[in-house]
Nanobody, 127 residues
Framework: QVQLVESGGGLVQTGGSLRLSCAAS????????MGWFRQAPDKEREFVAF????????YYADSVKGRFTVSRDNAKSTAYLQMNSLKPEDTAVYYC????????????????????WGQGTQVTVSS
């Protein structure tokens, strides 16, 4: 079982930046594809970004494309989400999750494809 711990959330003003981290308990982290999701109050969990196990393929939700960057350091069993030009609508609890299966373009955006989740970290963007 993979345990994931997010960190780096906080309160930031519009236009500011934050970098989230997702630390995994397993060295086998490098075998997992990894996604970032977020959930705002009274809204469904939504896809934010995805990175393949090798780090060579990344995908983003249209709402964050050009502002967010996902990366990973398999040697440290850690993934990152660099968030720039933050907007109030980015306010949410952010979760990282991993999937052992091969996820194509029709699947990486679905939270149901991921086996393990972190506890989430709150990001609040003030206007």
């Amino acid at each position: 079982q993979v345990q994931l711990v997010e960190s780096g959330g906080g309160l930031v003003q519009t236009g500011g930046s934050l970098r989230l981290s997702c630390a995994a308990s397993e060295r086998t982290f490098s075998r997992y594809n990894m996604g970032w999701f977020r959930q705002a109050p009274d809204k469904e969990r939504e896809f934010v970004a995805f990175i393949r196990w090798s780090g060579t393929g990344t995908y983003y939700a249209d709402s964050v494309k050009g502002r967010f960057t996902v990366s990973r350091d398999n040697a440290k069993s850690t993934a990152y989400l660099q968030m720039n030009s933050l907007k109030p609508e980015d306010t949410a609890v952010y979760y990282c999750a991993v999937a052992s299966g091969s996820l194509g373009s029709s699947r990486y955006g679905s939270p149901y494809e991921y086996e393990y989740w972190g506890q989430g970290t709150q990001v609040t963007v003030s206007s």
